[in-house]
């Protein structure tokens, strides 16, 4: 059974960071395309990260573009996401995503911000900024 357990939100001021964690099991870590997303309120669920596993090939959305960070550990099985510089309007609940089967880095950064390439989802961390 494949698990993904986001940790790491919280409350921060502007230009704040944050370092956001997803912790898989169950899932083949190596090689796969996994993805960060948010959802604010009132709004759609948005792509934010993506990041190929196996070769560290990443995309980002324009908005958080030189100031999120996808990255993995792979001894732990982990996700980061790292926020900086952060904005009132990334005040959001942030999801982790793992795509099912195995493809390449340029598929993932092509099709890592699309909600339909994952299968795999965590329940989500509460990001708030204060002004």
């Known amino acids: 059974q494949v698990q993904l357990v986001e940790s790491g939100g919280g409350s921060v001021q502007t230009g704040g960071s944050l370092r956001l964690s997803c912790v898989t099991s169950?899932?083949?870590?190596?090689?796969?395309?996994m993805g960060w997303f948010r959802q604010a309120p009132g709004k759609e669920r948005e792509g934010v990260a993506a990041?190929?596993?196996?070769?560290?090939?990443?995309s980002y959305a324009e908005s958080v573009k030189g100031r999120f960070t996808i990255s993995k550990e792979t001894d732990k099985n982990t996700l980061y996401l790292q926020l900086t510089s952060v904005k009132p309007e990334d005040t959001a609940m942030y999801y982790c995503?793992?795509?099912?089967?195995?493809?390449?880095?340029?598929?993932?950064?092509?099709?890592?911000?699309?909600?339909?390439?994952?299968?795999?989802w965590g329940q989500g961390t509460q990001v708030t900024v204060s002004s």
């Open positions: 995503a793992a795509a099912l089967g195995l493809f390449g880095g340029r598929w993932c950064a092509t099709n890592g911000l699309f909600q339909n390439t994952f299968t795999y």
């Open positions: 990041l190929y596993t196996g070769a560290g090939i990443t």
């Open positions: 169950g899932y083949n870590y190596s090689s796969s395309c």
